[in-house]
C-alpha cells in the first residue's frame, strides 16, 4: 500500500474535523427545531401518533384533528392558558411533520423522525416486555438455525439482519428488566419497614413482587442457557468457514463481536440476577416472620378465649381465673397526698350565726321525761327488792298476784312486766329458784294483754 | 454484701440529677418507659444508663430492670425475680386481676393485628367486639355476667366505666396513652406486649392447658 504524503495526510485530517465541526455545527444551527423545546410539542407529538395506532385519524390528518389533538394536550396539562395552534405547528413544521396536498386539501403526516421519537419515548416510559420475561425477547429476535452457519453469507445476514436489530431490543430490555428488578426492590425495602397503612395492600404486593421477581429469576435462568445455546452453535460451527481467510475473518469477527455482546449481557444478568436473588431472601424473611406472628396471635386468640371461657364471677362479684392460670404481681405503688384547700386568711368572709335561744318549754318537758323515767326504774327496783326478800326467806311467790298488785298500786302494765322480766333476768341461771309457768287459764288486765301464771319459788321449798 | 458506693457513681453525673428521681419513681410505680411523649426523656436516660440502673436495682431493691421490645420498639420495667417481690413488700406491687390480663391480652391481640396500621382505638371499636365477635356471648357473660339480647343503657354505662377504669390501670402502666380520655380514645403502646411477657409459658402451653381443662370436665 503506498504511503499518504504529508499533505494528502493534513488534508485528511482537515477534512474529517471540518466534517465533524460541520455536524456539530449543523446540531447547533437546528437544535431549536430539532429538539422540541417545552412540553407541549412533546406531548402533541405523543397524542398524534397514539391516535394514528388507534386508528383514530388517519396517518394523514387533517387540520381540524391536529386542533383537536392540540386542545387534548392543553386539557392534560391543566395550565388554565391555550395553546396557541400556530405556534406550536410553526415550531414542529420543520423536523416533525410534512404537509401534503390531498385533493384540495392540505394534509398533515408526521415524519420517520418524529415517530421514532415517540416510539422511542414511549418504549422507555412504558417498555412492552415489562410483564415479558428476557428469553422471550432472546427467542424472537435471536433464534439462530443450523441454515443460519452452513456458509458465510447466510452467517453474515444472520448478523445483519437478526443479530444487529436483537441487539438493540436485547439491551433495551436488560435495561428495563434492571429497573424494574430496582423498583421492585425498592417497593419490598419499604415493605419491610411496616410502615404500609393496610395489611391488604401489604399483601397483595408482597404476592405480586413475589410473582413477579419468581417470573424474572426463571426467565433469566433461560435465557443464560439460549445463550450459551448460541455461543456454542457459532463455537462448533468454525469449520464452515475455513475454506477462505476473507470467510474466516469475517466469522471472528462477528463471533468476537457476539461473545462480547453476550458478555456484556452475562454482566447485567447477573448484576439482575444478584437484585433478584436478595430480593427473594428479603422476601422470604417477611414471609417467615408474617407465618410467625401468624402461629403466635393464634396462641393469644386461644388463651384469651380460654380465660374468657373458665373466668368465673363470685357472688361478691370478684372475678376468678381458672385454676390453671396462675395471677401475676407487677410493682405498684400509688401515693396518695391529701390536698390541703387553699385558704386566704387575709379575705375571709365570716359565717352567719345566728344567736342561742333556750327552749323553756322544751326543757322541761324533757325534765319531766328523765324524771318518769327514774321514778319508774325506782318502781321497778323497789317491787323486785320486796319480791326477792321473800325468794330470800324461802317464800315461794305466786307472781299472778304481785302483778295485780303492782298494776293497782302503779296503774300501768310496764311496771309489772319489766318487773318480771328483772325477775327473770335475775334468777334464770340461778340454781336455787325454779320457774313454773302455768299456760291454762291466762290472766286478761287488759282486752290485747294476756299473762300466763307464774310462781317463783325457791328450790328446796 | 456490702455495697460500695463506687457502683452507684452514675448517680453523681448531671443526667442522674436531672432524670433519676423521675425514672425511679415511675418505674417503681409499676410504669413501662418507652420512646413515646413525655417518657421519651426517660427512656433516653435509662437507654444510655442500662447497666448501671439495672445493677442499682438489682442490689438495693432485688428486682430487675428489664429491657425487651415489641417489633423493634423497646421499652424498660421493673420485674420480679421467679421467687417474690424484692424489696417490694406489702402495698407495692399489685395483682393483676383476670379482667386485667383479658382486656390486656385483648388489647395485644387488637395491636398485633394492626401491624401496619395505626394502634389507636375508640370506645365503639371495643363495644363492637364485645357485641359482634366469634367470642361476642363469652364477652358479655364476663362484661355483664349473663347474656341478653339487649342491654339497657345503664348496664352498657356501667360496663364502659369499668373498661374505663381498667384503661386508667393500664395508663399508669404505660400500656395504653389517653388520646382523649372524655371521649374514650387511646392508642394501644408497645408495651401492651409485657402481657405477653407475663403469660408467656402460659401462651405457649395453651393447648396443653385447653386439653388439660377438657378432660377434667369429662
Known amino acids: 500500500m503506498k504511503p499518504l504524503c504529508f499533505r494528502t495526510f493534513v488534508w485528511l485530517f482537515t477534512y474529517q474535523k471540518f466534517m465533524k465541526d460541520a455536524l456539530l455545527s449543523s446540531v447547533s444551527v437546528h437544535f431549536e427545531s430539532l429538539i422540541p423545546q417545552n412540553q407541549e410539542s412533546i406531548l402533541l407529538l405523543v397524542a398524534l401518533y397514539r391516535k394514528i395506532q388507534n386508528n383514530e385519524i388517519d396517518d394523514a390528518f387533517t387540520q381540524k384533528d391536529f386542533e383537536e389533538a392540540v386542545q387534548e394536550v392543553g386539557d392534560a396539562l391543566d395550565r388554565g392558558k391555550q395553546i396557541q395552534v400556530e405556534n406550536i405547528s410553526k415550531k414542529l413544521s420543520q423536523f416533525f411533520y410534512t404537509t401534503i396536498k390531498r385533493g384540495n386539501e392540505y394534509k398533515y403526516q408526521l415524519t420517520v423522525f418524529a415517530t421514532d421519537l415517540v416510539r422511542i419515548l414511549m418504549q422507555e416510559i412504558q417498555p412492552d416486555f415489562k410483564n415479558i420475561e428476557l428469553i422471550h425477547t432472546f427467542k424472537r429476535t435471536l433464534q439462530l438455525l443450523d441454515d443460519d452457519l452452513s456458509s458465510i453469507a447466510k452467517f453474515d445476514y444472520w448478523y445483519i439482519n437478526h443479530y444487529l436489530p436483537s441487539k438493540r431490543v436485547i439491551l433495551s430490555h436488560t435495561e428495563n428488566l434492571q429497573r424494574m428488578v430496582d423498583d421492585r426492590t425498592i417497593a419490598l425495602r419499604q415493605l419491610m419497614r411496616f410502615n404500609e397503612e393496610n395489611t391488604k395492600d401489604l399483601i397483595t404486593n408482597f404476592i405480586r413482587i413475589f410473582e413477579e421477581l419468581g417470573r424474572q429469576s426463571e426467565g433469566l435462568t433461560q435465557t443464560l442457557t439460549f445463550k450459551q445455546n448460541i455461543t456454542d452453535a457459532i463455537k462448533g460451527a468454525e469449520i464452515n468457514f475455513l475454506d477462505k481467510k476473507e470467510s474466516w475473518d469475517q466469522y471472528i469477527r462477528i463471533r468476537t463481536e457476539i461473545e462480547l455482546f453476550f458478555e456484556n449481557v452475562d454482566n447485567r444478568m447477573l448484576s439482575i440476577n444478584d437484585r433478584v436473588q436478595l430480593s427473594v431472601s428479603r422476601l422470604k424473611t417477611l414471609y417467615d416472620t408474617l407465618q410467625y406472628k401468624q402461629l403466635y396471635k393464634l396462641k393469644l386468640e386461644k388463651l384469651m378465649l380460654h380465660m374468657l371461657k373458665y373466668t368465673t364471677r363470685d357472688s361478691d362479684g370478684v372475678y376468678r381465673f381458672p385454676t390453671m392460670i396462675k395471677a401475676k404481681h407487677v410493682p405498684y405503688h400509688r401515693s396518695r397526698l391529701p390536698q390541703i384547700p387553699l385558704l386566704d386568711f387575709k379575705n375571709v368572709e365570716p359565717a352567719d350565726v345566728p344567736d342561742f335561744t333556750i327552749d323553756e318549754a322544751y326543757l322541761k318537758l324533757k325534765e319531766d321525761q328523765n324524771y318518769r323515767l327514774l321514778a319508774r326504774q325506782e318502781s321497778i327496783s323497789k317491787w323486785i327488792e320486796n319480791i326477792n326478800s321473800d325468794l330470800l326467806a324461802g317464800k315461794a311467790v305466786d307472781f299472778n298476784d304481785w302483778f295485780k298488785n303492782i298494776y293497782q298500786k302503779e296503774k300501768t302494765l310496764e311496771i309489772p312486766i319489766d318487773v318480771c322480766f328483772g325477775l327473770i333476768q335475775l334468777y334464770s341461771k340461778s340454781s336455787t329458784v325454779e320457774f313454773e309457768i302455768d299456760k291454762n287459764a291466762p290472766y286478761h288486765p287488759q282486752e290485747d294483754l294476756a299473762l300466763w301464771k307464774l310462781k317463783i319459788q325457791p328450790s328446796n321449798s | ?218
Do not use: C
Request: cysteine-free.
Open chain 2, 1 to 218: 454484701m456490702e455495697t460500695e458506693n463506687s457502683a452507684f457513681e452514675f448517680l453523681t453525673r448531671d443526667a442522674a440529677v436531672k432524670f433519676f428521681a423521675e425514672t425511679d419513681f415511675v418505674l417503681k410505680q409499676g410504669r413501662h418507659i418507652q420512646q413515646y411523649g413525655q417518657d421519651a426523656k426517660l427512656f433516653d436516660y435509662v437507654y444510655d444508663n442500662y447497666e448501671d440502673l439495672a445493677k442499682y436495682y438489682e442490689a438495693l431493691f432485688a428486682v430487675h430492670l428489664r429491657k425487651e421490645n415489641n417489633e423493634r420498639d423497646e421499652y424498660f420495667y421493673l420485674d420480679f425475680p421467679e421467687d417474690g417481690h424484692g424489696r417490694f413488700i406489702k402495698d407495692r406491687y399489685k395483682e393483676l386481676e383476670p379482667r386485667h390480663v383479658i382486656f390486656g391480652i385483648l388489647l395485644l391481640n387488637v395491636y398485633k393485628e394492626r401491624s401496619f396500621e395505626k394502634k389507636e382505638m375508640k370506645w365503639e371499636q371495643l363495644e363492637q367486639l364485645f357485641e359482634e365477635s366469634e367470642s361476642r356471648e363469652l364477652w358479655q357473660k364476663l362484661l355483664y355476667g349473663e347474656v341478653k339480647r339487649n342491654y339497657t343503657p345503664n348496664e352498657k354505662d356501667e360496663v364502659k366505666r369499668r373498661a374505663e377504669n381498667i384503661l386508667n390501670f393500664f395508663d399508669r402502666l404505660g400500656w395504653i396513652e389517653w388520646i382523649d380520655s372524655e371521649n374514650f380514645h387511646f392508642e394501644i403502646m408497645p408495651s401492651i406486649d409485657r402481657i405477653a411477657k407475663l403469660y408467656a409459658q402460659e401462651i405457649a402451653n395453651v393447648d396443653l392447658i385447653e386439653e388439660y381443662v377438657q378432660e377434667q370436665n369429662l
